[in-house]
Structure formats: structure tokens, C-alpha cells
T-cell receptor
Framework: AQSVTQLGSHVSVSEGALVLLRCNYS??????LFWYVQYPNQGLQLLLK??????LVKGINDFEAEFKKSETSFHLTKPSAHMSDAAEYFCAVSGSGGYNKLIFGAGTRLAVHP | GAGVSQSPRYKVAKRGQDVALRCDPISGHVSLFWYQQALGQGPEFLTYFQNEAQLDKSGLPSDRFFAERPEGSVSTLKIQRTQKEDSAVYLCASRPDSYEKLFFGSGTQLSVL
């Protein structure tokens, strides 16, 4: 079975500071991993995905994530937070159906203060 | 429209009432998914369609939940005899084929009183 754990349900950073959102996964097969962002009253949007190519994945809005097999982690980072980054972020792993079923973590709400 | 459209945006139901939630995927998208998102939780998979075929319904929590996509486009998620524990946001997502990203709708927030 596959699962995702997001450490920290709430993260608060200052504008301009580094953003680090943590994700650990469990998978018996090589995983596909994803980060999605959800703004209030909007659908989830894909930030980036890892599909066994480069371990450092770059996404939209200067977000990136690094796949570390030894640590079973896929943490999301951004060098400098903007106020507009305030949202809920979900890490997900593909289930046994490959791309057909995503298993999501519980989410991390990011707050950015001036 | 340009995105996945879900209706209604909000639905309040009395316990025991039947509800129907609609999803209009992006035109031409082959695959369609339903997810359930409880308050404070991540989305949980309910069911998956490829065109009109329901290929995976392993996430449907009980036989009160039923989904259909008769013409391979619009999909309806039906919940019979709603219970309080059915209160959640129901998300629909679509994609062109198997290896493209999912496009999510804004969801239907269901509250069962």
C-alpha cells in the first residue's frame, strides 16, 4: 500500500523567506510523486511532478522539489515566499493504478506574513 | 468553459435525502475522476472513468454512492439516503489521456444536516 505523510499542518513564513513543506511517502514500487496547490474556492492545481527522470523537479512559480529515495522524501521548496503563495499544499503519490489513482496527504496550509 | 465545471457549488441536504452532483469535464478529456475531501483532510479517491467505462470504483464508501458517465462526457455522482458523514467537498477532475496532469474543478460542498 502507498501513503503520504505531510509534516506540519500549518507553516508560517515571512515574505521573502525560504519556504519548506515536508512530504514523506511510503511505496512498495517506484513512485510517481506530485505537489498540488489549492487556493480558496479554487480547484487543485499541479505545481510539479516526479516521474523517475531527474530527481530535482522544477515547477511553476519557482517551486521545486527533490526526490530522495534513501529518505523516502519529496519536500517542496521555494527560495523566496510571496504573499500570493498563501494556500494549501498537497503532496500525492500514485497508487497501484499508476496514474489512475492519486493518494494525497492531509495537506499543509502555508501562511505568508509581511 | 475552459475548465472543469461542477454544480451545484453548495448543496445542503437533510439526512436521508438523495443528492446528485454534476461534473462537466474539459471537452475531449478521456479520463474523469471523483474525489471526496473531508474537512481538514486531503482528497480521497472515489472512482475513475475512461470515456463511459467505470474502470475503478474501489473508493466508493458504500452502495449508497453511485457514479455514471453515460456518454463519456458529463458525469453525475449520486448519493442515496445521505448521512452526516457524507458531508465533504466532492471534487471532479479530468485529463486528456493516461499520462497528462489532472485538471480539478472547484468542487461541490455537501452539508448533510
Amino acid at each position: 500500500a502507498q501513503s503520504v505523510t505531510q509534516l506540519g499542518s500549518h507553516v508560517s513564513v515571512s515574505e521573502g523567506a525560504l519556504v519548506l513543506l515536508r512530504c514523506n511517502y511510503s511505496s512498495s514500487v517506484p513512485p510517481y510523486l506530485f505537489w498540488y496547490v489549492q487556493y480558496p474556492n479554487q480547484g487543485l492545481q499541479l505545481l510539479l511532478k516526479y516521474t523517475s527522470a531527474a530527481t530535482l523537479v522544477k515547477g511553476i512559480n519557482d517551486f521545486e522539489a527533490e526526490f530522495k529515495k534513501s529518505e523516502t522524501s519529496f519536500h517542496l521548496t521555494k527560495p523566496s515566499a510571496h504573499m500570493s503563495d498563501a494556500a494549501e499544499y498537497f503532496c500525492a503519490v500514485s497508487g497501484s493504478g499508476g496514474y489512475n489513482k492519486l493518494i494525497f496527504g492531509a495537506g499543509t496550509r502555508l501562511a505568508v506574513h509581511p | 468553459g475552459a475548465g472543469v465545471s461542477q454544480s451545484p457549488r453548495y448543496k445542503v441536504a437533510k439526512r436521508g435525502q438523495d443528492v446528485a452532483l454534476r461534473c462537466d469535464p474539459i471537452s475531449g478529456h478521456v479520463s474523469l475522476f471523483w474525489y471526496q475531501q473531508a474537512l481538514g483532510q486531503g482528497p480521497e479517491f472515489l472512482t475513475y472513468f475512461q470515456n463511459e467505462a467505470q474502470l475503478d470504483k474501489s473508493g466508493l464508501p458504500s452502495d449508497r454512492f453511485f457514479a455514471e458517465r453515460p456518454e463519456g462526457s458529463v458525469s453525475t455522482l449520486k448519493i442515496q439516503r445521505t448521512q452526516k458523514e457524507d458531508s465533504a467537498v466532492y471534487l471532479c477532475a479530468s485529463r486528456p489521456d493516461s499520462y497528462e496532469k489532472l485538471f480539478f474543478g472547484s468542487g461541490t460542498q455537501l452539508s448533510v444536516l
